[in-house]
């Protein structure tokens, strides 16, 4: 069975900080990963996905994340936050041997202060 | 279409109502997908159809759900006697695919708040 456990449902930095968002995922079998963004009454976007390719993870607007099987981890960072990052973010894991859905965390709201 | 395309936006019916929520995924994708994301949660897996076979129906709450996909194309939610439980937003998701690592690109959801 899989399972997304994201610590923390509120995050605040200020605007220039270092973000970073954790999600532990737990998995029977190798993992696909992906975190997502979703700004206020919008679907969610796709911001990188991890395909056993490589370890660290560039995705759009400068995020990135690190798989960490021994930590079973896959965290998301950005060096230095921007007013339009708040948003909320979600961590999803789906099996490699799935039909392709998506067990998704409850959530990190990223709230961006000035 | 250029993404996925939810209607309505907005839902509200009485308790006890049925409602029909519709779904036009990107052309060509085989897979379609319904989550139900209550308010504070993630999204949580409905149902999901490769064409026009429905495979996994696992996630639907109860028998006044359901969901089909005639043409292996646009696909439809349909809930029978709405309950105030069943407030929450509808995601629909396709993907070209059904491999695991195949991205699934999402539609701005169907917000539906049973009164």
């Known amino acids: 069975a899989q399972s997304v456990t994201q610590l923390g449902s509120h995050v605040s930095v200020s605007e220039g900080a270092l973000v970073l968002l954790r999600c532990n995922y737990s998995?029977?079998?190798?993992?696909?990963l992906f975190w997502y963004v979703q700004y206020p009454n919008q679907g969610l976007q796709l911001l990188l996905k991890?395909?056993?390719?490589?370890?660290l993870v560039k995705g759009i607007n400068g995020f990135e994340a690190e798989f960490k099987k021994s930590e079973t981890s896959f965290h998301l960072t950005k060096p230095s936050a921007h007013m339009s990052d708040a948003a909320e973010y979600f961590c999803?894991?789906?099996?490699?041997?799935?039909?392709?859905?998506?067990?998704f965390g409850r959530g990190t709201q990223l709230t961006v202060w000035p | 279409g250029a993404g996925v395309s939810q209607s309505p936006r907005y839902k509200v019916a009485k308790r006890g109502q049925d409602v029909a929520l519709r779904c036009d995924p990107i052309?060509?994708?085989?897979?379609l997908f319904w989550y139900q994301q209550a308010l504070g949660q993630g999204p949580e897996f409905l149902t999901y159809?490769?064409?026009?076979?429905?495979?996994?129906k696992s996630g639907l709450p109860s028998d006044r759900f359901f969901a089909e996909r005639p043409e292996g194309s646009v696909s439809t939610l349909k809930i029978q006697r709405t309950q105030q439980e069943d407030s929450a937003v509808y995601l629909c998701?396709?993907?070209?695919?059904?491999?695991?690592?195949?991205?699934?690109?999402f539609g701005q959801g169907t917000r539906l708040t049973v009164v």
């Open positions: 999803a894991v789906r099996s490699g041997l799935g039909q392709g859905r998506l067990y």
């Open positions: 159809f490769q064409n026009e076979a429905q495979l996994d």
């Open positions: 998995s029977s079998v190798p993992p696909y």
């Open positions: 052309s060509g994708h085989v897979s």
């Open positions: 998701a396709s993907s070209l695919a059904r491999l695991g690592d195949t991205e699934a690109f």
């Open positions: 991890y395909t056993s390719a490589a370890t």
